[in-house]
């Protein structure tokens, strides 16, 4: 059977002609946001087919399983943690993570540490480096702050609640990480004794954070 080399051509010609139209749709839809879920870009009327077209234009970079990044976006230090961020759009970031974002301790973590709720399903992120841990009632909301990572919106315990939480999670992290992190925090003025001591009552760690605090103003 004869090929039709010219439909061929104007099919690539329509699919390359297309690709810039989809990339100006999903950049200005996206804003300063990097990365985007599958989902995501579903809602904005970008389609499997279409957004594939986009990965193989070079507008769009496929980053791990259902997680897509503009590539004319220049990538910041939080570039994992963005990536991480947008594939759990209800997660917290906490721990080591919260610590190397406020500049608290010498902690240089290899994982992005996100919190989401005790009942929630464990995300499955692949190949995203993610260390996940649980928080329950008032710690869900407690000193957790909006903030914004490579344009991906979420949020992230303050220096006053993530100092708290080191030493709740002091098993995971190490003792010696939060009495750093504590601290630090006072001495930078990130957080109060006040700040801390507040939060520690709130997420029922007043037995954990109490002493050393009463130990750092003797």
């Known amino acids: 059977m004869a090929v039709d080399n010219s439909r061929q051509t104007s099919a690539v010609a329509d699919v390359s002609n297309r690709a810039p139209r989809l990339a100006a749709t999903a950049r200005q839809s996206l ?3 990097a990365f985007f879920r599958q ?10 087919r279409q957004l594939r077209r986009l990965v193989d234009a070079g507008s769009v970079e496929k980053v791990a399983r ?36 406020h500049g608290l ?35 869900l909301h407690y000193g957790v702050v909006g903030a914004t990572f490579e344009g991906v919106p979420t949020r992230i ?30 001495r930078d003025h990130q957080a109060t004794a006040d700040e801390v001591w507040r939060a520690a009552e709130v997420c029922r760690a007043k037995s954990l954070v109490g002493p050393v605090l009463e130990a750092l103003s003797a």
């Open 105 to 139: 301790g010498t902690q240089l973590p290899w994982q992005e540490w996100i919190a989401i709720p005790h009942k929630a399903r464990a995300p499955q992120l692949g190949e995203l480096p993610v260390k996940i841990v649980r928080f329950s009632g008032a710690s």
């Open 157 to 186: 315990t303050s220096p006053a609640r993530t100092v708290v939480d080191c030493f709740r999670f002091r098993r995971l992290v190490g003792k010696d990480v939060a009495l750093e992190a504590l601290r630090d925090a006072l």
């Open 66 to 101: 259902g997680l897509y990044r503009l590539t004319d976006i220049e990538p910041t230090e939080h570039y994992t943690l963005g990536a991480v961020c947008a594939r759990v759009p209800g997660g917290i970031v906490c721990l080591l993570s919260a610590l190397s974002v």
């Open 39 to 48: 989902r995501d870009a579903a809602e904005l009327g970008i389609h499997s």
């Open 31 to 33: 804003g300063n946001r």
